[in-house]
């Protein structure tokens, strides 16, 4: 053991096996793990840590084949209270142009030791310059800061596509459970900045041009069915922390608990991609096993159809008996690729 935290690469170098050298990456991969360096939250943070990479169940056998990339580690995209809010960057050895911001999350909870580059192993084959973001984590912050540490990263990353060798029209954004909701919102209800700001950061758009994620939450207000709340209920109980909405209290200078549940529930709608869906929303992929009972497959179904009848491409490819991740997951990933290789091909002048 050499720390707590793994190494799947160095700063360059080529892929070829997990390399179990920390305390979290056993954890990460369903190897044995020590729970000794979790805090007294062990048993909710290696649930959450199971949710965010377990999730993805990645077999060392699925590899494709070897992959040449370098690793830009710890980009500082943003700060607040004190922390520093960080991507890495995966630049493959022949870049396509083209970026893929990959949401780090499970159960809204982000980690950088759930960096795994094998989970991109086909987007970098292919050519993607993958930017895997952390965003600020559960049980500290909830859902709506998530979303608004997305829409920073997503611009800084624009700001700065010159630097780091990709064209600011070709972004797209993926990840699975918490990072498939993560990823729809900043599809339906990413922005174009705002154009009379003194900040060049917020003047930068937000939006990407293409969607692909696994089994993500949709619609927290009608969970599996038409009128059942998830806010932190129900099936996602377990995940009450990222639905603790707070507002800041100016007369009592401190972040105060949103008790009132109207106020909860509109909260919830704007949490809710499928409430932002409009006509010029980007190319959606949903990949989800019709088995799952914490994100049910209507979750998926739902979104695409509200996509559709917006006119909006989108697709829902079902996993017939595959519950919330299943064995060959990373082999799909080639259907995630094959989403971007359409959508962000470069278009000829």
Same mark, same amino acid.
């Given at each position: ?25 056993? &954890?990460?991969?369903?190897? $044995? ?7 007294? !939250? ?7 840590? *199971? ?14 084949? !070897? ?6 580690? $710890? ?12 991507? !890495? ?34 987007? *970098? ?40 060798? +990709? ?40 939006? +990407?041009?293409? +969607? ?18 998830? &806010? /932190?209920? /129900?099936?996602?109980? $377990?995940?009450?922390?990222?639905? !603790? ?19 909860? &529930? ?13 006509? $010029? ?13 914490? +994100? ?10 509200? *996509? ?20 060959? &997951?990373?082999?799909?990933?080639? *259907? ?14």
């Amino acid at each position: 053991m050499v720390g707590p935290a793994c190494r799947c690469i160095e700063t360059a170098g080529t892929y070829t096996e997990r390399q179990c050298s920390g305390r979290w990456l056993p &954890l990460l991969l369903g190897c $044995d793990f020590d729970p000794a360096i979790l805090s007294e !939250d062990a048993t909710l943070i290696r649930r959450l840590l *199971l949710t965010l990479v377990a999730l993805a169940l990645l077999p060392t056998a699925a590899v494709a084949g !070897d992959v040449n990339f370098s690793r830009q580690e $710890d980009v500082i995209y943003g700060r607040k209270f004190g922390l520093a809010l960080t991507f !890495d960057v995966l630049r493959p050895e022949q870049p396509n142009g083209a970026a893929v911001v990959w949401v780090i999350s499970g159960g809204w909870f982000s980690a950088k030791e759930a960096i795994q580059p094998l989970f991109v192993t086909e987007l *970098l084959n292919r050519g993607y310059t993958v930017f895997a973001v952390v965003h600020g984590s559960q049980p500290r912050f909830t859902i709506p800061e998530c979303i608004e540490d997305l829409n920073r990263a997503v611009r800084f990353i624009r700001l700065h596509a010159e630097e780091y060798g +990709v064209d600011p029209q070709r972004f797209g954004i993926t990840g699975a459970s918490a990072g498939g909701h993560l990823s729809l919102m900043q599809g339906t209800a990413g922005d174009e900045g705002n154009a009379s700001a003194n900040d060049s950061l917020a003047r930068t758009p937000s939006r +990407v041009q293409a +969607v692909a994620c696994f089994f993500p939450p949709t619609d927290f207000l009608n969970y599996g069915k038409e009128g059942e709340v998830a &806010l /932190g209920r /129900g099936v996602l109980k $377990d995940f009450a922390a990222p639905f !603790d909405f707070q507002r800041y209290d100016q007369q009592k200078r401190a972040f105060v608990r949103i008790t009132d549940e109207e106020e909860i &529930l509109k909260i919830g709608r704007q949490i809710s991609p499928v409430n932002h869906v409009s006509a $010029d929303d980007p190319p959606t992929l949903i990949i989800h096993g019709d088995a799952d009972v914490l +994100v049910p497959i209507q979750q998926a179904q739902i979104m695409v159809e509200k *996509l559709h009848r917006a006119g909006v491409t989108a697709e829902l490819v079902v996993k017939k008996g595959a519950g919330h991740g299943w064995p060959d &997951l990373l082999a799909d990933m080639a *259907l995630i690729a094959d989403w971007f290789d359409k959508h962000l091909a470069k278009k000829e002048n």
